[in-house]
């Protein structure tokens, strides 16, 4: 069965630090990854999607950046974290259900929570 | 459409009542939903989903109805639990250039159970 994995769950890092989060995906291959940003009391905001390696799409500009050096392997950075940065991340993958139209389930990870101070 | 920064609706329902969580959506040819309930400190989780080509799905507890006419969707939650506590999201796929195919999310909903 398909399992992802993100880490870690909590982070404090002061303002001006680099970031680095990291996502992987077991049990499926070449599957399409996407970091997602909640701040408290929002909804969800798509930031990066992946559709292959070192494929990468911005949905918004930011100080963030991703990068997928392997298949299953997805990650979310920055060179010098704002205030800003704060928020709820989520990775997900996207798997084919079947059926027609072709239709999409997303498996989200646990999150990470970052508190930027 | 995606309305990340405006603070969530809320819902309160008594436990053993029933809870009505509704969706509203713009695009006429959008035809697949699904609904996401998102505990304190976790990760969205699939509840069900529903297809263009019916009016209503049902899952464990859970509905899902469909009006295409109105572009209008619900999740009925039967006999609300306190476990049932959380903030749910309508999705559908976007249709539109390189982002086809990823999700959309509806601002979503915080439901709260009174025991």
């Known amino acids: 069965s398909q399992t992802i994995h993100q880490w870690p769950a909590t982070l404090v890092q002061p303002v001006g630090s680099p970031l680095s989060l990291e996502c992987t995906v077991e049990?499926?291959?070449?599957?399409?990854l996407y970091w997602y940003r909640q701040a408290a009391g929002r909804g969800l905001q798509l930031l990066f999607y992946?559709?292959?390696?070192?494929?990468i799409s911005s949905e918004v500009p930011q100080n963030l950046s991703a990068s997928r050096p392997q298949d299953r392997q997805f990650i979310l950075s920055s060179k010098k974290l704002l205030l800003s940065d704060s928020g709820f991340y989520l990775c997900?993958?996207?798997?084919?259900?079947?059926?027609?139209?072709?239709?999409?389930?997303?498996?989200f990870g646990s999150g990470t929570r970052l508190t930027v101070v | 459409g995606e309305s990340v920064g405006l603070h969530l609706p809320t819902l309160s329902v008594q436990e053993g009542d029933n809870s009505i969580i509704n969706c509203a959506y713009s695009?006429?040819?959008?035809?697949?939903f699904i609904w996401y309930k998102q505990e304190s400190g976790k990760g969205p989780q699939f509840i069900i989903d529903?297809?263009?080509?019916?009016d209503k799905r049902q899952g464990q507890r859970v509905t899902v109805l469909l009006n295409k006419t109105v572009k209008h969707l619900s999740l009925q939650i039967a006999a609300t639990q306190p476990g049932d506590s959380a903030v749910y999201f309508c999705?559908?796929?976007?249709?539109?250039?390189?982002?086809?195919?990823?999700?959309?999310f509806g601002k979503g909903t915080k439901l709260s159970v009174k025991p």
């Open positions: 997900a993958w996207r798997g084919d259900k079947g059926g027609a139209p072709l239709v999409y389930g997303y498996t």
């Open positions: 529903i297809r263009s080509n019916m």
């Open positions: 049990g499926t291959s070449n599957p399409n």
């Open positions: 695009n006429s040819a959008s035809d697949y």
């Open positions: 999705a559908e796929p976007s249709y539109y250039g390189g982002s086809q195919g990823n999700l959309i």
């Open positions: 992946s559709v292959g390696i070192g494929q």
